[in-house]
Structures are given as C-alpha cells and as structure tokens.
C-alpha cells in the first residue's frame, strides 16, 4: 500500500525551513527518503530504520515513529539546491521490496 | 565506483519493434532492478533480480521481459509494446535486495513508443 506524503508541493525562499511527512497504513521496519530533480534519476538521501539507525550521507535529519507509523524529513536553512521532488519508500511484501509516496514537490526560490 | 549506468538515453520504437534496455553496476551489488516513471508519478517497481535470479515480478506484461546476465548487468528486453508504455524507465541497484539498503538508481532511459 502507498504510503501518504505532506504537503505535496511547497514553494520557499533561500534560507526558509520545511518539513515534509510521510504516513503508512501499514508496520513500518524502514523509510527510505530520495530527491529527484527534474529530468534526473532519484538520489538516496537517507534510510531510517526500526530502532533508531539512520543511514545518511546528506546534512538533513529525519525522524522515524513505529508507534504511529510515520517519518518527517526536516530541511533546515534551505538553499537552491534542495528544489526536486523528494519520496518517501516505505516496506511492502513481507517487506521484501520499496513502495514510493506519490511525492512531495519543494521549490526554493531566491 | 558508485554509479549505476544505463543505455540508451533515449529510445524512440515503433510498436511492432524489439529493442533491449542495458543497465550496469560495478559495485558488487547483489540485488538490481527495474523501475517504470510516469511523469509526475513516483517509480514503480517492475522486477528485481537478487543474486542474478528473479525475485520480483510486478504482474509486468509479457511484452517486458528482463535478464541478468551476471551479477553486473540487468538487461530489459522490449516487444510489441503500446503507446501507453512509454515512460522513464529507472534500473536501480543495492547491496542486498529487501527494504534495509539504500538503492542507487541510474540515470534512466526515456522511452517512446508510436
């Protein structure tokens, strides 16, 4: 089942805060989060997973709650850069394979 | 090296045409896969190969048919498609298949179908 993301679009300036929600219907072991840019691929941001680990290589923070089954990725200071769409994958199938929320679409504007 | 790479960039085929689509990784990934992307859509999973055999079949029409020839490559297979299935096509690879590993996605191949 497809997880819920919010807002699905949200437009900024340079410098501003957001934070983007990803629901499921369903027991969560991980949320993946990706940003795609128009006309790219989509790019691993983080992993958060069942426990408390996080996987990551970029300076955003995420946090994960099993109870009520929801992940938040924060992007502080925003600069040009983190415009794209941005997906949460969550477990499917005996969590045996990724499904994407429909996306959350960011626009940092100067 | 932390690329996943596929050709061609851009595929434009008649109906009645057969055409391949390449992927390659040299990360050591045991797990690969491929994705379909409608324009402003999310991706959706089509297969995944996990240690070069077919772990994962969406329901994909026959008109699909992937390979994995070895650990490295994931090759789609294309015939007798319809214009509806035209759209980004996304291979992905990660270290184990499941929900624990980041995926790296390649750059895609943008299919058009007459």
């Known amino acids: 089942q497809q997880p819920v993301q919010s807002p699905q679009a949200v437009i900024l300036r340079e410098g501003e805060d957001a934070v983007i929600n990803c629901s499921s219907s369903?027991?969560?072991?991980?949320v993946h989060w990706y940003r795609q840019k128009h006309g790219e691929a989509p790019v691993f941001l983080m992993i958060?997973?069942?426990?408390?680990e996080q996987k990551g290589h970029e300076k955003i923070s995420a946090s994960f709650n099993e109870k009520k089954q929801q992940s938040s990725l924060y992007l502080t200071a925003s600069q040009l850069s983190y415009s794209g769409t941005y997906f949460c994958?969550?477990?499917?199938?005996?969590?045996?394979?990724?499904?994407f929320g429909q996306g959350t679409r960011l626009t940092i504007n100067p | 090296d932390t690329e996943v790479t596929q050709t061609p960039k851009h595929l434009v085929m008649g109906m009645t045409n057969k055409k391949s689509l390449k992927c390659e990784q040299h990360?050591?990934?045991?797990?690969m896969y491929w994705y379909k992307q409608k324009a402003k859509k999310p991706p959706e999973l089509m297969f995944v190969?996990?240690?070069?055999?077919?772990?994962i079949n969406e329901s994909v029409p026959s008109r699909f048919s992937p390979e994995c020839p070895n650990s490295s490559l994931l090759n789609l297979h294309l015939h007798a498609l319809q214009p509806e299935d035209s759209a980004l096509y996304l291979c992905?690879?990660?270290?184990?298949?499941?929900?624990?590993?980041?995926?790296?996605f390649g750059p895609g191949t943008r299919l058009t179908v007459l």
């Open positions: 994958g969550t477990p499917d199938q005996g969590a045996q394979k990724l499904v």
């Open positions: 992905a690879s990660s270290q184990e298949g499941g929900v624990f590993n980041e995926q790296f």
């Open positions: 990360m050591g990934h045991r797990a």
């Open positions: 369903k027991a969560l072991y991980s």
């Open positions: 190969y996990s240690y070069e055999k077919l772990s």
């Open positions: 958060l997973l069942k426990g408390g």
